[in-house]
C-alpha cells in the first residue's frame, strides 16, 4: 500500500484522497468531465511531460493531448478561489505571504558577486524564487 501510494503521488503530485476531492469539485463545477483526462492533466502538471512521452503513455494523439491538458489545467485553475483560502484578514488590508518556495543552488556568480545570491537555508551560492 505504502508503494502504491507514493507511485500515485510520485506521477499525479498528491495522493488519491486528495485526488478525489478535487474530482468532486470538478464534477460539481463542470457536468462532464472525464476521470481520465483529469488524470492526463494532473500528471502534465505533475511531470511535464513531452507530447510524445504523453502519446505513448495514454494512447491520444498530440493535437488530443495538447487540447485536453490545456481544458483540464484551466479546469483546476478555476476552482482556485474557492480552494485557496487565507482566513481572517482584512479585506481592505494588503498582506505580503510567502506561500512557497524553491531553493536553486548555483555556482557563484564571478561577474556579478554579491550577498544577494546567498542562500541560507543550503548555506551556499543559490537563487530563491
Not at 92 to 103: A, F, N, Q, R, T
Not at 111 to 127: A, C, E, Q, R, V
Amino acid at each position: 500500500l505504502d508503494k502504491n501510494l507514493e507511485r500515485f503521488r510520485a506521477f499525479y503530485g498528491v495522493g488519491p484522497n486528495a485526488t478525489a476531492q478535487l474530482m468532486y469539485d470538478l464534477k460539481e463545477k463542470y457536468k462532464d468531465i472525464n476521470y481520465s483526462d483529469c488524470l492526463m492533466g494532473m500528471s502534465w502538471l505533475k511531470l511535464y511531460l513531452t507530447l510524445p512521452v504523453m502519446e505513448g503513455f495514454w494512447k491520444k494523439c498530440d493535437k488530443n493531448i495538447s487540447k485536453i491538458v490545456k481544458d483540464y489545467v484551466s479546469r483546476i485553475q478555476s476552482l482556485k478561489d474557492r480552494k485557496i483560502r487565507v482566513p481572517d484578514f482584512h479585506p481592505d488590508e494588503i498582506y505580503i505571504i510567502s506561500v512557497d518556495g524553491i531553493h536553486f543552488v548555483t555556482e557563484e556568480f564571478l561577474l556579478n558577486p554579491s550577498s544577494k545570491w546567498f542562500d541560507f537555508k543550503k548555506n551556499s551560492p543559490g537563487l530563491v524564487s
